[in-house]
Structures are given as structure tokens and as C-alpha cells.
């Protein structure tokens, strides 16, 4: 009896659940009849399994840019309602609309909050924009310029062939590799006899020297922004390029973890999540993550409080100061400070949200420069005029603005191959655009950047890689949110001007020491010019993004200092 009771009971609960979820979903339908709508499978299921983060999805965004020009509605189910937009006019009011009314939605941005906690990415309201004016220092010209000694190194340490030192007469050595049980493990026994155990992992101009041109860029790349954000977060020298580091590769797997999160439509509820496999691997990478973070960031904190003034902290000898010093000092109008936790989670954001988008960034205008072979040319004899008479091999924070060609050829790969694919958003209260549309309150927006830079209405052959475009010449007259790669408004990316100048530093450098052309994926045998775009978190490839190097520099690369 009991039994059937509490089975009334539950059919009451999901009765009324049912026809309010029904009730819910007929009334946006009708308030977004406003909004052109592309065909659905049908009244109730809506779009659900048609919005795929691939090649297809893509061209499917393609196709909608074309039929509807600015915007369509869409919704998965009768459970989310959604707003795509790809057009500058559409897009300008809601990225520009005061953060007070802007929500994150944690459809998106949800599956992220165990990793990155309370962090300025995923705040909201006012908690945000207090967080937001206590970071910005954090981003301010005079601290990025420390960093671009730490992208100069860890670019050298991407390309360069690994030196070792002998043991007995301290000099360099040429090894033999006598055994290989992993493919990164190899024991050297040197000409006289000193052996050098490690983990290594071959770089471009070992590669290059034993034959191996065609390199997949990815997995080098992301190691090599993870390697330089370790330096300018906590001055931490990882080595992660050239062996393997746990720290480095948790990161990497909670990214992939996130990835297959969001593709498991089952996996969204936590109760179920934290039972499957991937859930325990999950909690497993973060708490190697978070014990790294809270170690740092507490030995930073003892190492200020023995300081007796912020003054005598920041003249301590040699160490500039770094991301984490940074935040640990900023105080408020009130001089409230940040806490632990809250420390640990920008440390942790800045880890996560810096190193796969400038990774995949750096990835495409690489591609897309050996794809472009008069393009490439002309950027590396911008660089080669930048570096003449020097003795050094380093790119200086001054030689950045003096790169003017290499700066097009960035933004409009930025602009092509966008790293982030889209951004959304839920308002607090209705909101309006042109044609006497509305968005209503609580409804998902989603701010398509790839539809935005591919829509014909906006840019001419937008499929064609084009950097004169953004030659200050032909820039007037465009839309203010056209080209939209960091967002913008008051939630635009505060980590651009970073990722712009590590952008500009691993490109000249990459142009002044290899010359590239397009590789082959040797798994699908293709030449890269019939790549298959893969947008996930950021904008990868299937299989990889692969170029041919052909070393223009070897000797003196061979003379370069390694840190
Ligand atoms: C090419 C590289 C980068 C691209 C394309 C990029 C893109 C973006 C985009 C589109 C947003 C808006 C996200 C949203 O509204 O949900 C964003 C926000 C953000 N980005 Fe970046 N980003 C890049 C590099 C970086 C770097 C290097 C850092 C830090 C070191 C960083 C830190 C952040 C943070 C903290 C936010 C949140 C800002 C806020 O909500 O106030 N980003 N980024």
C-alpha cells in the first residue's frame, strides 16, 4: 500500500513537472516566433542532435549564415531555447550589454565550475565586476612586458635541439641513444662514458635532424604555452617540453575531460557523472591540479609575509614579479584582498582559459602560413629586418609593434580559424534588437564568432585567407563587431593583449628558424589542405594540424643558449 502511495505520489510530482516543462517550452516557441526558425525533427525534440562539434557542424553554421544573415532560433528539446546570432548588428547589443543583467549559462560554462571554482570566468553580477577591477592590473602593459623573455625561452625550448652537458668536462656531447622502451624514454651514454638518464621529448630541430619533417604542431604547441603559462603564473619551470610533468598532464586531460563531458548528454547530471570512469579520472587530475595550485600559492604567501613591505617584496632580488604575486597583492578600494581560494581559482583559470586557445591560435596562423607561401615570405623578411645587426636570437617587448604584416596575418587567421567557436549567454531581462526582435529573458543567446566571421553579408570571400583585410587601409567603414575573437564589451577576454604577444613572438621566431610548408597526416594520408576542422573547447583538427619544416637556421640555432 505504501508502495503505491508514494508510486501516486511520484506520478503527482512528474505530472505536474511534465506539463510545466510543456508550458514553459510553448510559450518561448511563441515568444521567439520573432526569429526565423530552421527545420526541426519535430515539434518536441526541436533540434536536439543536430548541432555537432564537427566539420559538418561548421558548414551547417555556413549554411544557416547564408539562409537567415543575422540570426535563427533553435531549441534541444523541449528543454533549451536558444538564440543564434552571426551578424556585427545582432551581436553588438548583447556583448555589449552592462554585466549586471549578464548570466553565464550553466549549460556551457557549468561542467567547468569544479576546476576553475569561483573564478572571474564564470562569475556573474556584481561578485564579477569586483573581481574584474581587482585582475586587470594583473594584464597592464608593464607586467606583460616581463613575460616576453618567458615566451622567447619557451618557444627556443620548442624548436631547438636539446644540448647536453657532460658530467666530467661540463660540455656539449654528442649521445648516443642506446636504449627506447617508451617512445619518449631513452637512456644517452655520452662519447666518454657519462650516461644521462631522462624523459625526453625530441623538438623541432632534433626532429628535423634525423629526418622527421612533418610534424604534428598541436601536442608541441599546447606544451609550449603550458610551459611558458607555468613560468608567468608562478615563475615555476615545469621542463614539461621535454619530459613528461604530472602537473602539465592533468591539465591536459581535464580539458579532454570536459570535452567528452559536454558530448554525453547523460554525463551532464553530476550524480551521474561522479560515478562513471571518466568522473573518477576527473577528481583524480584535479586534485593533482589543486594540490599544485594551493602549494604555490601558500609558499608565495609565507614568502610575502616574511617580507616586511610590499616594497621590500617587490625589490627582492632578480624574480619579476608574477601573475600569482600579482593578484596575491591587489587590494580593493576597501584594501580587501583576494582569498585563498579565490587565488587558486584565477591561477587555475589562467592556466585553463590561456594555454589551448593561444595554443590553437598559434596552431592556424602557423597552417595558414604554409599555406600561404608568398605571405610567410613576407612576414619572415619583416622579421629578419627587425633582428638585423643583433647578436642576440630574442624578440623584445618594442619589437612587437614594429611586425605590422605578421600582426595581419595573426588577426586574420584569428578571424578564419577562430580558437573559441562561440560564446553564450542568459539575460535577466528581455532584450532588443534590430527588426523589432526580442530575446526574451532566461532564453540562451548564443554569439556564433565562426558565423560572425564567415557571414557574406560582412566580409567578402570570407573562406579565403586574406590578411590585407586588416591592413588599417581597408579596415574602415567595417562593423565594430565583425571580428570578433576575444568576445567583447565588458566581458571581452582580458587575456588578449597576453596572447596577442605570445602570438607575434612563437611566429616570427618560428619564421626567422624553419620555412613551412603544408604536411601530411600520415594516418589519413591527406596533405593538410583537406583538414577537417574539429571545434571543441577551442578549434583543433581532426587527426592533428600537420606542417613539413625545413630548418633555415640550424647552425646558429645550435648556438643558442637553452635557459
Ligand atoms: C588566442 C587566445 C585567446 C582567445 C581566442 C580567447 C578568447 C576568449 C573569449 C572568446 C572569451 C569570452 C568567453 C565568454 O564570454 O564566455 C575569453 C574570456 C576570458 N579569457 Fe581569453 N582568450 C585567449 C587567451 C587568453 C589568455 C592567454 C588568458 C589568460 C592568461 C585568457 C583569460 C581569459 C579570462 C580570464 C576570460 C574571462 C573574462 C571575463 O569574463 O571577465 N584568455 N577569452
Redesign the pocket.
Known amino acids: 500500500q505504501l508502495l503505491s502511495v508514494a508510486g501516486t505520489g511520484l506520478g503527482a510530482v512528474a505530472a505536474v513537472w511534465t506539463v510545466r516543462l510543456l508550458g514553459r517550452h510553448a510559450w518561448y516557441t511563441y515568444r521567439l516566433s520573432c526569429f526565423s526558425k530552421p527545420h526541426a525533427t519535430s515539434w518536441l525534440l526541436g533540434h536536439l542532435g543536430q548541432m555537432q562539434s564537427t566539420e559538418e557542424g561548421l558548414l551547417q553554421v555556413d549554411d544557416l549564415v547564408r539562409m537567415y544573415t543575422h540570426s535563427c532560433s533553435w531549441f534541444i528539446g523541449p528543454f533549451y531555447h536558444l538564440v543564434r546570432l552571426f551578424h556585427p548588428d545582432y551581436v553588438k547589443p548583447l556583448l555589449m550589454a552592462p554585466a549586471s543583467i549578464t548570466v ?1 549559462d550553466e549549460l556551457i ?1 557549468g561542467h567547468l565550475r569544479p576546476w576553475l571554482g569561483q573564478s ?2 564564470l562569475l556573474n553580477g556584481e561578485e ?1 565586476s569586483h573581481r ?1 577591477r581587482l585582475l586587470t592590473p594583473a594584464f597592464h602593459f608593464d607586467i606583460l612586458k616581463n613575460y616576453i623573455a618567458k615566451f622567447n625561452s619557451a618557444t627556443n625550448t620548442m624548436h631547438v635541439r636539446h644540448r647536453a652537458l657532460c658530467m666530467c668536462e661540463q660540455r656539449d656531447v654528442n649521445m648516443l641513444i642506446l636504449c627506447c622502451t617508451q617512445p619518449l624514454l631513452s637512456v644517452r651514454v655520452t662519447a666518454c662514458g657519462c650516461w644521462i638518464c631522462s624523459v625526453f621529448q625530441d623538438k623541432w630541430c632534433d626532429l628535423a635532424a634525423k629526418g622527421t619533417t612533418n610534424i604534428e604542431m598541436f601536442d608541441h604547441v599546447t606544451l609550449m604555452t603550458l610551459d611558458s ?1 607555468l613560468k608567468c603564473a608562478f615563475s615555476y619551470n615545469s621542463n614539461c617540453q621535454r619530459s613528461t610533468s604530472e602537473y602539465v598532464s592533468a591539465i591536459v586531460e581535464l580539458s579532454e575531460l570536459i570535452i567528452d563531458r559536454r558530448q554525453k548528454i547523460l554525463h551532464h547530471w553530476d550524480c551521474i557523472y561522479w560515478r562513471t570512469q571518466q568522473g573518477k579520472r576527473f577528481r583524480k587530475a584535479l586534485s593533482i591540479v589543486q594540490r599544485f595550485t594551493r602549494k604555490v600559492v601558500q609558499k608565495r604567501r609565507a614568502l610575502i609575509s616574511h617580507q616586511k613591505t610590499e616594497t621590500d617584496f617587490t625589490k627582492a632580488p632578480q624574480r619579476k614579479k608574477d601573475f600569482v604575486d600579482i593578484i596575491l597583492l591587489s587590494k580593493d578600494e576597501e584594501g580587501r584582498g583576494l582569498t585563498d581560494e579565490e587565488i587558486h581559482a584565477e591561477a587555475n ?2 592556466m585553463f ?2 594555454h589551448d ?2 595554443g590553437s ?1 598559434i596552431c592556424w596562423t602557423l597552417y595558414n602560413l604554409a599555406r600561404h607561401e608568398p605571405f610567410q615570405e613576407q612576414c619572415r623578411e619583416e622579421a629578419r629586418d627587425l633582428m638585423q645587426g643583433r647578436d642576440g636570437h630574442e624578440l623584445e617587448w618594442e619589437d612587437l609593434s614594429n611586425l605590422p604584416f605578421t600582426t595581419m596575418c595573426i588577426r586574420e587567421s ?1 578571424r578564419l580559424h ?3 567557436q562561440a ?1 553564450t549567454r542568459k539575460y535577466t531581462k528581455d532584450m532588443t534588437l534590430p527588426g523589432e526582435r526580442t530575446v526574451p529573458k532566461g532564453v540562451i543567446s548564443l554569439v556564433s ?1 565562426y558565423g560572425t566571421h564567415h557571414n557574406p553579408a560582412v566580409w567578402t570571400d570570407p573562406h579565403e585567407f586574406q590578411p590585407l583585410r586588416f591592413d588599417p587601409a581597408n579596415t574602415e567603414g567595417r562593423a565594430s563587431h565583425a571580428f570578433i ?3 567583447s564589451g565588458p ?6 593583449k ?2 596577442l604577444a605570445q ?1 607575434r613572438v612563437v611566429v616570427a621566431l618560428t619564421l626567422l628558424r624553419f620555412r613551412l610548408t603544408p604536411g601530411v597526416n600520415p594516418e589519413l594520408g591527406t596533405s593538410s589542405g583537406g583538414v577537417r576542422r574539429l571545434p571543441q573547447l577551442v578549434l583543433r583538427a581532426e587527426g592533428g594540424l600537420w606542417v613539413q619544416l625545413e630548418p633555415l637556421t640550424l647552425h646558429s640555432l645550435e648556438e643558442l643558449q637553452e635557459e
Open positions: 553565464k560554462y572571474l570566468l564579477w574584474r603559462l583559470t589562467f582559459a590561456g586557445t593561444t591560435a584569428l577562430a580558437p573559441v560564446v564568432i575573437p576575444f568576445s566581458r571581452n577576454c582580458i587575456g588578449q597576453f596572447a602570438l
